[in-house]
């Protein structure tokens, strides 16, 4: 069955270290997405890419890059973690052909900066 | 920019008795889409229904139903006869409508609302 999974599940990180999640789908969709999910804000978007060597700032992108070298994946780096990066980030993915917009959710990845 | 408002950050229910989650939203679109997702406590998000704002129908899912009212701006999510498998965070979520979407399927989500159903 296609699916989409995250790794680590489970990240303890120094503030000031790189980190990268990763985030793999095979149900080859165009769309996918990174979230942040904290208590009191529900959930976030970070980043997010329509294809193929395209990425897309979300309205918390500050902090946060990713790459999308193949339909596959989309990497999520912090380049320098800080505390407030400590949260459970999610990646989705949706096909763009159907324009009803359901997401494909991962399991989510615990990341918590010290 | 859309916004999507959860005022119910908890509720909880008898099991089989009826409960329903409220959702409001702001938006200058037109045409755009609703939605309601489930995240139970093993976290991995999946959507329980959907509502094109087109539609004058609500949009009915077995024990889920929706009272979508668009002069309002409000999408409440009635759980029927619910189970204890309903326990779980409830987001609503709204997306704008292609073709003025086009490219651009991404969702805003409102807070969320806990659910728990009680034996």
């Known amino acids: 069955d296609a699916e989409i999974t995250q790794s680590p599940r489970h990240k303890i990180t120094e503030t000031g270290r790189q980190v990268t999640l990763a985030c793999h789908q095979t149900?080859?969709?165009?769309?996918m997405f990174w979230y942040r999910q904290d208590l009191g804000h529900g959930l976030r978007l970070i980043h997010y890419s329509y294809g193929v060597h395209d990425t897309n700032k979300g309205e918390v992108s500050d902090g946060y890059s990713v790459s999308r070298s193949n339909t596959e994946d989309l990497p999520l780096t912090l380049e320098s973690a800080a505390s407030s990066q400590t949260s459970v980030y999610f990646c989705?993915?949706?096909?763009?052909?159907?324009?009803?917009?359901?997401?494909?959710f991962g399991e989510g990845s615990r990341l918590t900066v010290l | 920019a859309q916004t999507v408002t959860q005022s119910q950050p908890e509720m909880s229910v008898q099991e089989a008795e009826t409960v329903t989650l409220s959702c409001t939203y702001d938006t200058s679109e037109n045409n755009y889409y609703l939605f309601w997702y489930k995240q139970p406590p093993s976290r991995q998000m999946i959507l329980v229904i959907r509502q094109e704002a087109y539609k004058q129908q609500n949009a009915t899912e077995n024990r889920f139903s929706v009272n979508f009212q668009k002069a309002a701006k409000s999408f409440s999510l009635k759980i029927s006869d619910s189970q204890l498998g309903d326990t779980a965070m409830y987001f609503c979520?709204?997306?704008?409508?292609?073709?003025?979407?086009?490219?651009?399927?991404?969702?805003?989500f409102g807070t969320g609302t806990r659910l728990t159903i009680i034996p």
């Open positions: 989705a993915s949706s096909e763009k052909a159907d324009r009803s917009g359901e997401l494909f």
């Open positions: 149900w080859n969709h165009n769309n």
């Open positions: 979520a709204f997306m704008k409508h292609w073709p003025s979407n086009f490219g651009n399927e991404k969702l805003t």
